[in-house]
């Protein structure tokens, strides 16, 4: 077992991911957005990467993912996504039979407006 949870799911995650994110409320040609994920095996632990390309043509990453976990019931992990001091991006997940079902969350800590979105990766 890795990081205490059976191999199968585990491995079920492994590989590129790609999808679409929507923002709420809509940001100006930016949802939907396209968002590539890759998970793969580093050491005993999972790692892996995102890179988003908004519908205005505007790429952001890939970026390296940060306090990575998996957990019984989720994939949680965050991204540097809207950097430049600005914050952080909480991404959750779930693994269902469609794909990889998301949710993102940001506050911007300048002013404290909060942005959701929702995600949805199949395999490429």
């Not at 205490?4 to 923002?23: D, H, K, V």
């Not at 892996?48 to 019984?72: K, Y």
Request: a positive charge.
């Amino acid at each position: 077992a890795i990081l205490g949870y059976s191999m199968p799911i585990f491995s079920a995650l492994l590989g590129a991911w790609q999808g679409e994110m929507r923002f709420y409320s809509q940001e100006a040609g930016q949802s939907p957005a396209t968002l590539h994920l890759v998970l793969k095996q580093a050491g005993t632990r999972l790692g892996g990467s995102v890179r988003i390309v908004f519908a205005n043509g505007q790429t952001e990453g890939p970026f390296l993912l940060e306090t990575l976990a998996v957990e019984p019931s989720r994939l949680r992990f965050s991204t540097p996504l809207l950097s430049k001091g600005r914050g952080k991006v909480e991404h959750e997940a779930v693994l269902t039979a469609e794909g990889l079902v998301g949710l993102a969350r940001y506050e911007n800590p300048r002013n404290h407006d909060r942005y959701v979105g929702t995600w949805k990766l199949h395999r490429p």
